[in-house]
């Protein structure tokens, strides 16, 4: 038998509407969610951008949320897969890519 999660009152005031209950999810998991990231991505300039990332994704996927896992369980699964998505599309920046470069002759 699974414990109740205790963010589901504010998982079903958010299901209704009211934002800042949202808010305080975003306050509670914020820095949890952060060390996450900064574990995987390894650049403490992309951190912040890809757990907000994480925050709006969760926001818009809540009304699918069946509370079968607790929040934060569900929470992580979203930020492992944005953290994921943004180190692809690094790699795919030609920017960032590393390119060989022409050898010179010297005479």
């Known amino acids: 038998m ?4 205790a963010d589901a009152p504010l998982i079903e ?3 209704q ?4 209950a949202f808010e305080m999810l975003v306050v ?7 060390r996450l990231i900064g574990r995987m991505v390894r ?4 951190v912040p951008d890809i757990a907000q990332e994480t925050f709006i994704r969760a926001y ?8 079968e896992s607790a929040f934060y369980t ?9 953290a994921k998505k943004a180190l692809m599309d690094l790699k795919r920046d030609p920017l960032v890519r590393t390119m060989k470069l022409p ?5």
């Open 2 to 5: 699974n414990a109740p999660d």
């Open 13 to 15: 005031r958010i299901k």
């Open 17 to 20: 509407g009211d934002v800042k």
């Open 28 to 34: 509670k998991y914020q820095r949890r969610i952060e």
């Open 43 to 46: 650049d403490v300039d992309l």
């Open 60 to 67: 818009r996927a809540i009304p699918q949320f069946r509370g």
């Open 74 to 82: 569900w929470l992580y699964r979203i930020a492992v897969n944005t």
């Open 103 to 107: 050898t010179l002759k010297t005479h």
